[in-house]
C-alpha cells in the first residue's frame, strides 16, 4: 500500500505490537503526531520533558522486556532526550526511540532546530539511522526493533527529516530481518560449556556471579534451578537483584561497593568465579589487581565484547545465557556433588554472622532502612519498584525483600538522577497490576518533577516515597568520607513543600516524620491509586554502609564509619 | 603489558556515516589510529577499510571485538601473515639530480610521476619500514613535500 512516511510510522508501530508511546511533539514531527491523531491503536502518553520519555519507555521495557518506545522532535527535543539513550544504552535496554528531523534539503544548513542527531547518538545507542527516503523506512523500522531486541538489547536510535514523513512510497512491512554483518552468537560453543561445566564439579569454594544479563535474557528459572541443584552460593549485582528470592539461604546478597560482606568476601576467596551475564563494572569489581585473585573464571555473556575486557577468563563462553545454561544444567546435573560446597558454604555462613548487613533502628527519628522494609513488609511482591540514584538507590536495593526478576528497576551504569519517576509511570503502564513505587531522593525527584502533570493526567498512580535527608546525601557520604565534612554544595535544607507540590498538580502529599505516620500514608496511598508522595523526613547523617572505598578491594570493607 | 603494532582490516557495509562510526569508536574508547585507508570493494556494497594501530594484547582484543559488534562491519581481518604496502610521493625542486633521484626510487620499487619546470615529483609503493628508509635516503634531494598514504594489507594466502 501506499502511504506517507507519517503512517508508515504509525503502522510499523502497530505490526510492532506496540501498545504505549511516550513522547513529546515539535515542529520536525508534526506529520507523525498529525497520524497519531487519527489512530486508535496505542496510546501516546504526552510526558512534560523528554527526557521523562525515554525513561518512562525505559521503565516500560525493564518492567516487561519488550521494546520501549518514544517519540521526540528535531534539535532540543532530541538533545533532552539524549541522557535516556544513555541511560538505556549503559544497561542494555531495548528502546525505539524516533526522533523528528529538519527537512533534508536543509540538513546541513544550520536550520532552525538543527543538530546532528545520529552523530550525538551514534555513542550512546547500539545503532541509530538518518532516514533519507520514505521508501527506506519499512525495513529501517523492522531492524530498529529488531536490533533493539536481539543480542545484546539496547536503544536503537531513528530520525527521520520531516520531508520523509510527508513522502509517499510503498509500504511493505518485512515480516523478517535478515542483516548479514549482525549475527549474534547464541548458541555457547559446547566444548567450552563442558570444560566450565567439569570446572564447576570439581571446584572446592565456586560462587555464582549474576549480572543484568540474567534478567534480558530471561533466565532467572533457569538460574534458580542451577543454585537449586548445585547448591553453590550466589551474589547478585545491583542489575540482577531478584535472580534469587531473598530469602534463598544461597543468596549472599549484592555485590560491589555496598555490597554485603559475606558477597564480597565469596568474590575474594572464591577459587572458580561462575559470572553469568555481569559486566565486572569498577563498581563491582573494586581494584582490579585484587580482584578474584585466587579464582579461574567461567564468563557468559551474549556480548564478545564484554568477555575479557577487563579481567582474564579462563572459560569464556559467548551465548544467550538460556541457551547456554540449558546445556551447562544437564551436563553439571550428571556429576554434581553438591555436599563438597559445604564447608565452602559454612565459611561464608560466618562471615554473614560475623558481619551481617544491618542498621541501627531508632524511635526519635526515622531511619531509610526501616522504611524500605517497612514497604517490604506491606507490599512485598505486589511492589514494583523503581528508584532514583544515590544513597536510596543503595539502601532500596539492600535491604527491599526482592522476590522476582523485574522487581527492581534501576539505572546502574549511567546513575541517572530523575530516572525513578518516569521509570515508574512506566512501570505502572505496563504492568498496571503492581503497585509502581518509586524510592526517591530529596535530590533526584526534582529532576523531574513535573512528570507529577503526567501522571495524574494519564492515570498512572505511581507511589513516590521521598527519603528526604535534606542532602544529596551519596555525594555528602562522600564529603563525610574523604573530604573532611567540607559539605560542597550538597546541603538541600531550602526545599519545596512536596505535599502542596503534589496537591498543585493533582496528586496527593503527605509529610511524615513517624512510623505511624508512614504506615498510614502507605495505606492510604495504595488505597486511593493517586499519585502520591510521601516525603518522609530521615536521619540527615546516615551512611550506606558497609562500603568498599573506589579503587579498594572487596575483601578490605569498610564496615562502620568512626568519626 | 606489551605494546605491539597491529593492522587490522574491515570489510563493511557501505552505508552513510559507517566510517564516523568507526573513527568514533576509537576516539571513545582512547584507541590509537596511525594510518587509515578506505576505498569501496569492486562489484558490492561493501567498503574496506585497513588501519595500522598499536596497543597491548587486551587493548587489541577490544579492538577487534568493539569493531565487531558495529552493526554495519561485516568481517574484521587480524592479519598475521600478510603482504603490507604503503604508497608516497614526494616532490623535489628541478635542480636536484633527476637521474640520481630516479635511481634511489628504482631501488624502492618506484619512480618519476612527473617532471614539471619547478619540480620533480615522485612516488613510491613499498613495505611501510622500507618507505621509512627511502624517505631518509631522499632527504639529500632537499623534498619540498612529502605526501604518505595509509597502509594497505592483504593476506598472503
Ligand atoms: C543527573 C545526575 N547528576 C548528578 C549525579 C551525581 N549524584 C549521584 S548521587 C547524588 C545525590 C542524590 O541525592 P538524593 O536524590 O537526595 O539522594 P540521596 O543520596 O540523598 O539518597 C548526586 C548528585 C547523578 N548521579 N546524576
Ligand atoms: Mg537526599
Given at each position: 500500500m501506499e502511504m ?6 504509525i503502522e510499523a508501530?502497530?505490526?510492532?505490537g506496540?501498545?504505549t508511546v511516550f ?9 507523525v503526531?498529525?497520524?497519531?491523531y ?8 504526552l510526558?512534560?520533558?523528554e527526557q521523562?520519555?525515554?525513561?518512562a519507555?525505559?521503565?516500560y521495557?525493564?518492567a ?6 518514544a517519540?521526540?522532535t528535531?534539535g532540543?527535543?532530541?538533545t533532552n532526550?539524549?541522557?535516556?539513550l544513555?541511560t538505556a ?5 531495548p528502546?525505539v526511540?524516533?526522533?523528528?528531523q529538519?527537512?533534508?534539503t536543509?540538513?546541513?544548513t ?5 543538530i ?6 551514534r555513542?550512546c ?11 527506506e523506512?519499512p525495513l ?14 539496547g536503544p536503537?536510535h ?5 520531508d ?5 512510497a510503498?509500504f511493505?512491512?518485512?515480516?523478517r530481518?535478515d542483516?548479514p ?6 548458541k555457547?560453543?559446547v ?5 566450565a561445566s567439569e ?5 572446592k569454594r565456586?560462587?555464582?556471579?549474576l549480572?543484568?544479563?540474567?534478567i ?8 534458580r534451578?542451577?543454585v537449586e541443584?548445585?547448591q553453590i552460593p550466589?551474589v547478585e549485582t545491583?542489575m ?6 531473598h530469602d534463598?539461604p544461597?543468596?549472599?546478597g549484592?555485590?560491589?561497593m555496598?555490597?554485603t560482606y559475606q558477597?564480597?568476601m565469596a568474590?575474594s576467596?572464591?577459587d ?6 555481569p559486566?565486572?563494572d569498577?563498581?563491582v569489581t573494586?581494584?582490579?589487581s585484587?580482584?578474584a585473585k585466587h ?9 564478545p565484547?564484554?568477555?575479557g575486557?577487563l579481567v582474564d577468563?579462563?572459560y569464556p563462553?559467548?551465548g544467550d545465557?538460556?541457551?547456554v545454561?540449558?546445556v551447562m ?5 550428571e556429576?554434581i556433588?553438591p555436599?563438597?560446597?559445604q564447608?565452602?558454604?559454612?565459611i561464608?555462613k560466618?562471615?554473614?554472622?560475623i558481619h551481617?548487613l544491618k542498621y541501627?533502628?531508632?524511635d526519635?527519628v526515622l531511619k ?6 517497612r ?5 512485598g511482591?505486589?511492589?514494583?519498584i ?5 544513597q536510596?538507590?543503595?539502601w532500596?536495593?539492600q535491604?527491599?525483600p526482592?522476590?522476582y ?7 546502574g551504569?549511567?546513575?541517572?538522577m ?6 515508574a509511570?512506566?512501570v505502572?503502564r505496563?504492568r498496571p497490576e ?10 533526584s525527584i526534582?529532576?523531574?518533577i513535573?512528570e ?6 494519564s492515570?498512572l ?5 521521598i ?7 551519596m ?7 574523604f573530604y573532611?565534612?567540607r ?11 512536596f505535599?502542596?507540590l ?7 502529599g503527605y509529610?511524615v516524620e513517624t512510623k505511624?505516620?508512614f504506615?498510614?500514608a502507605?495505606?492510604?496511598?495504595v488505597?486511593?491509586k493517586?499519585v502520591?508522595m510521601i516525603?518522609?523526613?530521615?536521619d ?10 573506589s579503587g579498594?578491594t572487596l575483601?578490605?570493607m569498610?564496615l562502620e564509619f568512626?568519626e | 603489558m ?9 570489510i563493511?557495509?557501505n ?5 564516523a562510526?568507526?573513527t568514533?569508536l576509537?576516539?571513545?574508547r582512547?584507541y590509537n589510529i596511525e594510518?587509515?585507508?578506505v576505498?569501496?570493494?569492486?562489484d558490492?556494497?561493501m567498503?574496506?577499510?585497513?588501519m595500522?594501530?598499536?596497543?597491548n594484547?587486551?587493548v587489541?582484543e577490544?579492538?577487534?571485538?568493539q569493531?565487531?559488534k ?8 587480524e592479519h ?8 608516497v610521493?614526494?616532490?623535489?625542486p628541478?635542480n ?6 630516479q635511481?634511489?626510487c628504482q631501488?624502492?620499487n ?6 614539471s619546470?619547478?619540480h620533480?615529483?615522485t612516488m613510491v609503493?613499498d613495505e611501510?619500514k622500507?618507505v ?6 631522499a632527504?639529500?634531494?632537499h623534498?619540498v613535500?612529502i ?9 598472503r594466502?
Amino acid at each position: 500500500m501506499e502511504m506517507t512516511g507519517a503512517q508508515m510510522v504509525i503502522e510499523a508501530m502497530k505490526l510492532e505490537g506496540v501498545d504505549t508511546v511516550f513522547g513529546y511533539p515539535g515542529g520536525a514531527i508534526m506529520n507523525v503526531y498529525d497520524e497519531i491523531y487519527k489512530q486508535h491503536d496505542f496510546k501516546h502518553i504526552l510526558t512534560r520533558h523528554e527526557q521523562a520519555a525515554v525513561h518512562a519507555a525505559e521503565g516500560y521495557a525493564r518492567a516487561t522486556g519488550k521494546v520501549g518506545v518514544a517519540f521526540v522532535t528535531s534539535g532540543p527535543g532530541f538533545t533532552n532526550a539524549v541522557t535516556g539513550l544513555a541511560t538505556a544504552y549503559m544497561d542494555s535496554i531495548p528502546l525505539v526511540v524516533i526522533s523528528g528531523q529538519v527537512p533534508i534539503t536543509l540538513i546541513g544548513t544550520d536550520a532552525f532546530q538543527e543538530i546532528d542527531a545520529t552523530g550525538i547518538s551514534r555513542s550512546c545507542t547500539k545503532h541509530n539511522y538518518l532516514v533519507r527516503s520514505a521508501k527506506e523506512l519499512p525495513l529501517i523500522l523492522k531492524e530498529a526493533f529488531f536490533i533493539a531486541s536481539s543480542g545484546r538489547p539496547g536503544p536503537v536510535h531513528v530520525d527521520i527529516p520531516k520531508d520523509v514523513t510527508a513522502e509517499l512510497a510503498w509500504f511493505d512491512y518485512p515480516t523478517r530481518v535478515d542483516i548479514p554483518t549482525y549475527r549474534p552468537t547464541t548458541k555457547g560453543n559446547v566444548r567450552q560449556i563442558k570444560k566450565a561445566s567439569e570446572a564447576i564439579c570439581n571446584a572446592k569454594r565456586p560462587v555464582f556471579y549474576l549480572g543484568g544479563g540474567v534478567i534480558h535474557s530471561n533466565s532467572a528459572d533457569l538460574v534458580r534451578k542451577f543454585v537449586e541443584i548445585t547448591q553453590i552460593p550466589a551474589v547478585e549485582t545491583l542489575m540482577a537483584r531478584g535472580t534469587l528470592r531473598h530469602d534463598n539461604p544461597l543468596l549472599l546478597g549484592m555485590v560491589g561497593m555496598h555490597g554485603t560482606y559475606q558477597a564480597n568476601m565469596a568474590m575474594s576467596e572464591t577459587d572458580l568465579m561462575i559470572a553469568l551475564g555481569p559486566r565486572f563494572d569498577d563498581r563491582v569489581t573494586g581494584k582490579l589487581s585484587e580482584f578474584a585473585k585466587h579464582a579461574k573464571i567461567i564468563h557468559v555473556d551474549i556480548d564478545p565484547s564484554s568477555i575479557g575486557k577487563l579481567v582474564d577468563v579462563d572459560y569464556p563462553i559467548v551465548g544467550d545465557l538460556k541457551e547456554v545454561l540449558e546445556v551447562m544444567i544437564t551436563k553439571v546435573k550428571e556429576h554434581i556433588d553438591p555436599d563438597r560446597y559445604q564447608s565452602w558454604r559454612e565459611i561464608l555462613k560466618r562471615y554473614n554472622e560475623i558481619h551481617p548487613l544491618k542498621y541501627e533502628d531508632s524511635d526519635k527519628v526515622l531511619k531509610p532502612q526501616w522504611v524500605i522494609e517497612r514497604v517490604g513488609e506491606l507490599l512485598g511482591e505486589d511492589a514494583v519498584i523503581t528508584t532514583d540514584v544515590g544513597q536510596h538507590q543503595m539502601w532500596t536495593a539492600q535491604f527491599y525483600p526482592f522476590t522476582y526478576p523485574r522487581q527492581l528497576i534501576t539505572s546502574g551504569g549511567l546513575g541517572t538522577m530523575g530516572f525513578g519517576f518516569p521509570a515508574a509511570m512506566g512501570v505502572k503502564r505496563s504492568r498496571p497490576e503492581k503497585i509502581s513505587v518509586n524510592f526517591t531522593g530529596d535530590g533526584s525527584i526534582l529532576m523531574n518533577i513535573q512528570e507529577l502533570v503526567t501522571a495524574v493526567e494519564s492515570r498512572l498512580p505511581v507511589i513516590n516515597i521521598i527519603l528526604n535527608n535534606h542532602y544529596l546525601g551519596m555525594v555528602r557520604q562522600w564529603q563525610t568520607f574523604f573530604y573532611d565534612k567540607r559539605y560542597a554544595e550538597t546541603d538541600l535544607s531550602f526545599q519545596p513543600d512536596f505535599v502542596r507540590l503534589a496537591e498543585a498538580c493533582g496528586g496527593i502529599g503527605y509529610r511524615v516524620e513517624t512510623k505511624e505516620e508512614f504506615d498510614e500514608a502507605l495505606k492510604d496511598a495504595v488505597e486511593k491509586k493517586v499519585v502520591a508522595m510521601i516525603d518522609v523526613i530521615i536521619d540527615r547523617e546516615e551512611n550506606v554502609l558497609p562500603m568498599v572505598p573506589s579503587g579498594g578491594t572487596l575483601y578490605n570493607m569498610m564496615l562502620e564509619f568512626k568519626e | 603489558m606489551k605494546v605491539e603494532r597491529r593492522i587490522i582490516s574491515v570489510i563493511v557495509q557501505n552505508e552513510h556515516s559507517v566510517l564516523a562510526r568507526i573513527t568514533g569508536l576509537f576516539a571513545a574508547r582512547g584507541y590509537n589510529i596511525e594510518t587509515l585507508t578506505v576505498a569501496p570493494i569492486p562489484d558490492s556494497n561493501m567498503s574496506r577499510l585497513t588501519m595500522e594501530t598499536r596497543g597491548n594484547v587486551r587493548v587489541i582484543e577490544q579492538i577487534i571485538k568493539q569493531l565487531h559488534k558495529l552493526i554495519p562491519t561485516y568481517k574484521v581481518i587480524e592479519h598475521e601473515e600478510m603482504i603490507e604496502k604503503e604508497m608516497v610521493m614526494m616532490k623535489f625542486p628541478i635542480n636536484e639530480s633527476l637521474s640520481n633521484i630516479q635511481a634511489l626510487c628504482q631501488a624502492y620499487n618506484g619512480g618519476i610521476a612527473n617532471v614539471s619546470s619547478q619540480h620533480i615529483i615522485t612516488m613510491v609503493a613499498d613495505e611501510p619500514k622500507r618507505v621509512k628508509h627511502f624517505i631518509e635516503a631522499a632527504q639529500r634531494f632537499h623534498p619540498v613535500e612529502i605526501v604518505r598514504g595509509g597502509v594497505v594489507a592483504m593476506e598472503r594466502e
